[in-house]
């Protein structure tokens, strides 16, 4: 299948600071990136939606100016979570779908980011 | 809009041992399903996926799923697992002609045990 590629895989930073994680699609096009947050012992979390060269779409509570979502090529998207916070802490997942296709194919899935913030 | 529940938090099975794992779904519309797989901080992977046809599908490792409309359910099953089946397992539904994305049940910790 499509390869996902997510960086890093964990990240410690200091309480304040900004810290950027990369979705990048390897051998595929994507139209569409998704960002989910996964708490420990529960389901995914959809954030936001990554629309290539457009504003990102935001679940509801989830706040634009903290985590600022750039999906500016085919293939990468960026989620920036901004003067973070221990309660930032968490397991962010990237996803992202073939461009041109519809929903009757899988989302393929990043490996994850562990962030912790101290 | 959709939604689904999976209705076991955790399932604790011995190895060789047959096992199912629940998961039920509600839409106003047709539906595509998913299984997905996630290991220790790791992202998910894809484990089998009913589009449409055969109600039944399989994956490679030996997981099976087979979609009941009449019960919205997508029970996922395996005659014999291994120690290392255990993982976190996620059920997901997307709406045909919708937003394509999928939301996923809370997930079953299966755990396989000598």
């Known amino acids: 299948g499509a390869v996902v590629s997510q960086h890093p895989s964990r990240v410690i930073c200091k309480s304040g600071t900004s810290v950027k994680i990369e979705c990048r699609s390897l051998?595929?096009?994507?139209?569409?990136m998704f960002w989910y947050r996964q708490f420990p012992k529960q389901s995914l979390m959809l954030m936001a939606t990554s629309n290539e060269g457009s504003k990102a779409t935001y679940e509801q509570g989830v706040e634009k100016d903290k985590f600022l979502i750039n999906h500016a090529s085919l293939t990468l998207s960026t989620l920036t979570v901004t003067s973070a916070h221990p309660e930032d802490s968490s397991f962010y997942i990237c996803?992202?779908?073939?461009?041109?296709?519809?929903?009757?194919?899988?989302?393929?899935f990043g490996q994850g980011t562990r962030l912790t913030v101290v | 809009a959709q939604s689904v529940t999976q209705l076991d938090s955790q399932v604790p099975v011995f190895e060789e041992a047959p096992v199912e794992l629940r998961c039920n779904y509600s839409?106003?519309?047709?539906?595509?399903l998913f299984w997905y797989v996630q290991y220790p901080n790791q992202g998910l992977q894809l484990l089998l996926k009913?589009?449409?046809?055969?109600?039944l599908v399989e994956s490679i490792n030996g997981f099976e799923a087979e979609f009941n409309k009449s019960q919205t359910s997508f029970h996922l099953r395996k005659p014999s697992v291994h120690i290392s089946d255990t993982a976190e397992y996620f059920c997901a539904v997307s709406e045909q002609g919708g937003s394509y994305i999928p939301t996923f049940g809370r997930g079953t910790s299966l755990i396989v045990h000598p």
């Open positions: 051998d595929f096009q994507a139209t569409t």
């Open positions: 009913y589009l449409s046809g055969s109600t």
């Open positions: 839409s106003s519309v047709s539906v595509y």
């Open positions: 996803s992202a779908r073939e461009a041109g296709l519809g929903g009757n194919t899988e989302a393929f």
